[in-house]
């Protein structure tokens, strides 16, 4: 099913400022979800953050919460965010029925997550440029479990332009532009 703005949600899992530091690639990860963030900005797509045990993980990053434009966080202490009672009403409430996924720990948290969201039919697209874990093999093991459990993996670059759908508005020059100057050499504000 192709990926359309208005049935998506952008949901970050965890990157949190106590987890960063021992995530494999977590840099990449932070900038890979902040560019997603932005374009979801632009096209209106509501991006949701989780934070697991903020007392003792921390928050999100600040660098992430800088880039982004309005979001909604939630706390949790399931390793689902969909298992936490309001996340998943208001989740259901909103009508979207996509969501475009990323976060760490790949293996733990944003594995249940996503396990969870296809057992209550939605569908889920695996963002695999910023997925991370503290091992990189674990986090494969995720997102191929993901897959045989129904899931799609896909690239910012394919969500955005999904999301974009045609090339003549200024949407998708503010977009497109950014991805000619190399979304991981600055981050850009669309707002």
């Known amino acids: 099913m192709r990926l359309v703005p208005e049935q998506s949600l952008l949901l970050i899992v965890d990157l949190q400022v106590g987890l960063l530091p021992v995530i494999e690639g977590g840099d990449q990860v932070v900038t890979e979800a ?5 374009v979801a900005s632009v096209l209106d797509v509501p991006v949701w953050l989780t934070e697991q045990y903020p007392q003792g993980l921390g928050t999100s990053v600040p660098r992430l919460l800088d880039q982004l434009g309005p979001h909604r966080r939630w706390e949790k202490h399931h390793f689902d965010a969909h ?3 309001a996340f998943s009403r208001e989740l259901a409430e909103s009508g979207r029925r996509q969501v475009v996924l990323c976060g760490t720990e790949a ?3 944003v594995l249940q997550t996503a396990l969870g969201l296809l057992e209550a039919g939605y569908a889920v697209h695996w963002l695999a440029e910023a997925c991370a ?3 990189a093999d674990e986090a494969q ?3 191929q479990r993901v897959m045989q459990a129904g899931g799609v993996a896909v690239s910012a670059d394919m969500v955005a332009y999904e999301w974009l759908h045609r090339c003549d508005d200024e949407r998708f020059r503010r977009v497109h532009r950014s991805l000619l100057r190399g979304r991981s050499a600055r981050p850009l504000r669309f707002f």
């Open 34 to 38: 902040a560019w997603m963030g932005q």
């Open 107 to 109: 293996h733990v948290c």
């Open 141 to 143: 093991l995720a997102r």
């Open 83 to 85: 298992a936490e009672p």
């Open 133 to 135: 874990s503290r091992r």
